[in-house]
């Protein structure tokens, strides 16, 4: 099964009613459709702002789950995208392009203290998303890469919390977390757990790019190259200044302790997730591709990056 799930076309007028709540204003440059903030997306939410500031009005739409993404990136719904996942929907013949990358993947395999390595976890419980899923695609190809003699029990908890819970209610001997949930566990339990595969740097393929239909990009250059200019700016001074983001973060994401955040945001800071050059590599584009292709449903059209990514504005605004 695809990594981001099934899709199928609808209306624009009932992808922006049923997932946006109301059609978007006529009046706004582009619409913006994620899975929701988080961590990964303060740079972006810090970006917006700016937009904002410079006379763009930029409409967020909180989208959740991969296939309302995808629904509202083939319907037209939102122009602005942010799910890798949207390879799926351009395999199959919507004309959008990755035009810079957002941050790469931001996933660890967290394990007890006593199973360092990839052999130690046979017959052990590890926790994933789901086979189908990204999260738990990064596990199965790294097992199966790395120890493929190993069998480790595979165990479907959706959501990283949940997963963090079960770590600590000793319910899972290793998981797939993300990273703000590495940081709690270690606030949690210090020294009990270890980093058994360190995802973000053995497999920094993009959790998450910027992407638009090709039209949108050719209508609205300055607008884009903006976008990219000024999240180029926000990575530079995060990296420099990590209070930038703690503060973002401490404004929007409520549900995060405050006291955390400065960890949390560090950590990412750490695993240099968010691209100073902002992306877009051909080894990057490439390794992102192989690992999709690699969940058992290979692309049948996307063969190199030029077929996924445009480079054309990145590259422009990168020589300035």
Request: proline residues 4%.
């Amino acid at each position: 099964m695809r990594i981001s799930g099934n899709w199928t076309r609808t209306s624009v007028a009932a992808i922006a009613a049923v997932l946006l709540g109301a059609a978007p204003a006529a009046s706004a440059d582009a619409v913006f459709g994620f899975s929701g903030w988080a961590v990964g997306y303060l740079p972006t939410a810090v970006a917006i702002d700016r937009l904002t500031d410079m006379g763009y009005d930029i409409e967020v739409a909180e989208l959740g789950g991969n296939s309302n993404q995808l629904q509202a990136a083939a319907t037209g719904a939102v122009q602005i995208t942010a799910i890798a996942q949207v390879m799926d929907a351009i395999d199959q013949g919507l004309d959008s392009r990755f035009f810079m990358g957002a941050n790469t993947n931001e996933f660890l395999l967290v394990s007890k203290a006593d199973l360092p390595n990839c052999e130690s976890l046979d017959g052990k419980t590890v926790g994933i998303q789901s086979t189908g899923s990204f999260v738990g695609q990064l596990a199965i190809q790294w097992l199966a890469q790395t120890c493929p003699d190993t069998k480790a029990n595979l165990t479907v908890i959706e959501g990283s919390d949940n997963r963090l819970a079960a770590l600590l209610a000793n319910q899972l001997d290793s998981s797939v977390v993300d990273l703000q949930d590495w940081t709690l566990l270690q606030r949690a339990r210090p020294d009990e757990f270890i980093i058994t595969g360190d995802f973000t740097k053995m497999m920094p393929i993009m959790r998450a790019a910027f992407a638009a239909q090709q039209s949108f990009i050719a209508d609205n250059p300055q607008l884009i190259e903006d976008w990219i200019r000024v999240h180029l700016d926000v990575y530079r001074e995060s990296y420099a200044n990590p209070d930038l983001l703690v503060e973002k973060g401490r404004d929007l994401l409520g549900e995060i302790d405050p006291d955390a955040m400065p960890s949390i945001v560090e950590a990412f800071l750490a695993a240099q997730v968010w691209p100073l050059d902002g992306g877009l590599s051909d080894r990057e584009v490439m390794d992102t591709i192989n690992f999709f292709n690699n969940d058992g449903e290979p692309f049948e059209n996307i063969k190199t990056p030029a077929d996924v990514a445009n480079r054309g504005p990145l590259d422009k605004v990168l020589a300035e």
